[in-house]
């Protein structure tokens, strides 16, 4: 992650997230909580990636800690990612697929969960950069 520039530029910030699709090939969705940005979207599970951190270990980490679940570096597939600016920064987020996890997932931080079909993803509001990939995972899958 790095920080603005001189000429004005916004700070680029770099998250991974993660569909997790069930043997039904439903994908868990997240519900932003109160008082964080885009509180009551729903959302990949994810989170940002620190310092010197593959993207892989950083998505395993997250899917611990935010869901408390176990995932193998192995069983995350790269999918899609997004590009998208905001006003305050510009967030690449790349998207894996997991369809292999230890554990039932669990709102580790008091968020909603929900399970969905990829033909109703559509009616799910999520933050501007997560809208094109619900559309590559209607299609995909």
């Known amino acids: 992650m790095g920080g603005g520039q001189a000429d004005g530029t ?3 910030v770099l998250v991974v997230a993660c569909a997790l699709v069930d043997r039904e090939g439903r994908v868990l969705l997240a519900r932003r909580p ?3 940005s885009f509180a009551g979207l729903w959302e990949f599970p994810g989170g940002k990636i620190e310092r010197g951190e593959p993207p892989e270990a950083a ?3 997250e899917l611990h800690e935010e869901l ?4 193998e ?3 995350l597939e790269p999918f899609n990612f ?4 905001y006003q305050a920064f510009h967030l690449i987020m790349p998207l894996y697929l997991c369809r292999s996890w230890r554990g039932a997932p669990r709102g580790r931080d008091g968020q909603q969960l929900a399970w969905v079909r ?4 559509a009616a799910y509001a999520m933050p501007p950069a997560d809208e094109p990939l619900k559309r ?4 995909h899958l």
Request: no cysteine; net charge negative; proline share 11%.
């Open 10 to 12: 916004r700070p680029l």
């Open 34 to 36: 109160e008082g964080k």
């Open 59 to 61: 998505l395993v980490r």
């Open 68 to 71: 408390g679940i176990e995932v």
């Open 73 to 75: 570096p192995g069983d």
């Open 82 to 85: 997004a590009s998208h600016g």
């Open 118 to 121: 990829p033909a109703e993803l």
């Open 136 to 139: 590559a995972l209607h299609d």
